[in-house]
């Protein structure tokens, strides 16, 4: 038995994994206000060592707002899938099929000219219920829009 189809989201829809997202940036934000607050608080250090502290703090904070970067936005024209350092651009005859599978950290998708993007955007880590129901609708805008095909499980 399948699933039951799921309504089209409205467009522009974005996709992103919310409660992934919070935690690191919440993180990052503590850890930057620790570390600077340990810089600011112990004596001995000299501003050279104050700083470096600061600029390690920054850094943390940086890289776990490169990591909660991943999103991806479905509007009338196609769909922009940006990973942790790169963005694409596809437009909806591009995509042929949106895959998660069971095991997969994100989805897949097949793109017509024979490649695979992955779209971390969508990820069952921490909600993969959320992940299941984002790659359900991404899929039928594909196949509403596009020349997507639904011959590949989703979730699992």
């Known amino acids: 038995m399948s699933a039951p189809r799921p309504e089209l989201p409205t467009l522009p829809a974005t996709f992103r ?4 997202r919070v935690v690191l940036l919440s993180v990052g934000l503590a850890m930057f206000v620790v570390l600077t607050a340990i810089a600011l608080i112990l004596e001995r250090l000299t501003p050279g060592e104050r700083a470096s502290f600061v600029f390690v703090a920054a850094l943390f904070l940086g890289v776990l ?5 991943p999103r991806v936005a479905a509007d009338e024209s196609g769909v922009t899938v940006v990973n942790i350092t790169r963005t694409r651009r596809l ?4 995509i042929l099929r949106v895959n998660l599978r069971s095991g997969d950290p994100w989805v897949f998708l097949d793109l ?11 990820q069952p880590g921490m909600a993969k219920q959320q992940a299941i129901r984002d790659a359900r609708a991404l899929r039928a805008l ?9 011959d590949a ?3 699992g």
């Open 142 to 150: 594909v196949e509403s829009r596009g020349a997507g095909g639904a």
């Open 153 to 155: 499980p989703l979730g």
């Open 91 to 94: 437009a909806w005859e591009e």
């Open 112 to 122: 017509s000219d024979g490649t695979s993007l992955p779209a971390l955007g969508i």
């Open 65 to 69: 707002a490169l990591l909660s970067r």
């Open 17 to 20: 994994p919310t409660l992934t």
